[in-house]
């Protein structure tokens, strides 16, 4: 009643994969693949940065337009007034 292992099952040998998909392409239509992968990448890298930047100009807008304003500045300003005599 005792099992037996089957530990002589070999393992497969390289030629035995299955084949993917890169082996079947060929080289001229994965470099276009490859190519178009980093153009979208650069296309969406320059997106982000576009983004960005104009998020920063947008918060330097909003604190010029603070800077402008005499109540948040008031409201907003040490009123320690002892410390500048």
């Known amino acids: 009643m005792a099992k037996k292992r089957n530990s002589s099952s070999p393992a497969p040998a390289p030629q035995d994969k299955p084949a993917t998909l890169k082996d079947l392409l060929s080289q001229d239509v994965l470099n276009k693949l490859k190519a178009q992968a980093n153009e979208a990448q650069a296309e969406q890298d320059k997106r982000k940065e576009d983004e960005r930047q104009r998020a ?27 410390k500048y005599k």
Do not use: P
């Open 56 to 82: 920063v100009e947008a918060k330097k807008a909003e604190q010029k337009k603070l800077d402008n304003n005499f109540e948040h500045l008031l409201n907003n300003s040490n009123l320690d007034w002892h």
